[in-house]
């Protein structure tokens, strides 16, 4: 018997647009011989676009508005074995989509509300690898509300943490709504870019020196594996968004260039990252490698990484011997395991 399955693409973040170009590989991949692929879009407003406007809208990479609302669909999605929700930031890959499922009672791809919720808030993230002992960039929590009635607070926990920092809306991704300020009359433009994004924002240090980035992809629920290490290269001041999503901007190298024992300390923090966040079927764990002092600092964890044939998730396992398809395949099966 072929295993039913819904894809969810698109969804009511910033990364909407990434979102389907994810899902339109990921409907492409899955072996029809073992699969029966139902996708359904999500408009920006979070309406669940039926079948014709769905296809429209993977074509196009853009969703219209109208559909049902998702609570109405909540119910059919009964019929489904499986669902992969292939959403990428808030409403979607941040326990909310996962609790819905979960009280629908189907079984889906990636970590369940939990794991979903800790690792899309990078304060919370923080925090709890910093209980894990997991080596982090300094780093502090502003609420909107703070910012609106003691904004000097604020700003003396930016200086405290020194310039140039990082400013972020604690729930998002693909770079969205990022600066890195440069100096204290720069951090207003900042934090009002990020907190139209999100209620918690949260500020970084830099690291000393301009750091390495490397990512880890890691695959499986209570018996997780690790990838080998990839890094990317760009010319930009940090990976941007138009960085990230310009052809030809950023270079994929993997496996990194790395001793092997960075390559396997980033390995081994990468899965404790997992465990400690309960994070389950996948995650890309990206971290900053000071060259210059040899610190290897945790920067966050993807529990829905970006999945297009080309994304760096998917090119960590193919290095590892496992394609495109044979993942998204292995995907389905860990999201029906029992736990
Ligand atoms: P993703 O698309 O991977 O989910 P994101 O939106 O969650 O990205 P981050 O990975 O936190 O954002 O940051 C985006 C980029 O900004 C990093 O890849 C890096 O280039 C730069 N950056 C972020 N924080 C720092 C920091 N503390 N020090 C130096 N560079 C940083
Ligand atoms: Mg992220
Ligand atoms: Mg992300
Ligand atoms: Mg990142």
Known sequence: MKKRILLLAGGQSGEHEVSLMSARSVLSALPRDQFDVTPVVISKQGRWLPPTETQRALESGEAPTGGDLVLHRAASAEGYDAVFPLLHGPMGEDGTVQGLLTLAGIPFVGSGVLGSAVSMDKVMTKQVLASAGIPQVAWALAVRREWQTQPDTVRERAAALGYPLFVKPANLG???GISKVARPEDLDGAMTLAFSLDRRVILEAMTAH????????????????????????????????E??????????????????????QIRTLALRAFR?????????????YVEETGELLLNEVNTMPGFTTTSMYPKLFEAAGLNYSALVTRLVELALEDR
């Open 174 to 176: 693909s770079s969205v």
């Open 210 to 241: 301009k750091p390495r980035e490397v990512e880890v992809g890691i695959l499986g629920n209570d018996a997780p594996i690790a990838s080998p290490v990839g890094e990317l290269r760009f010319d930009a001041d940090f990976y941007d968004y």
């Open 243 to 264: 960085t990230k999503y310009t052809e030809g901007r950023a270079s994929m190298h993997i496996p990194a260039p790395l001793s092997a024992e960075v390559a396997e």
């Open 276 to 288: 400690a966040l309960d994070c389950a079927g996948l995650a890309r764990v990206d971290f900053f």
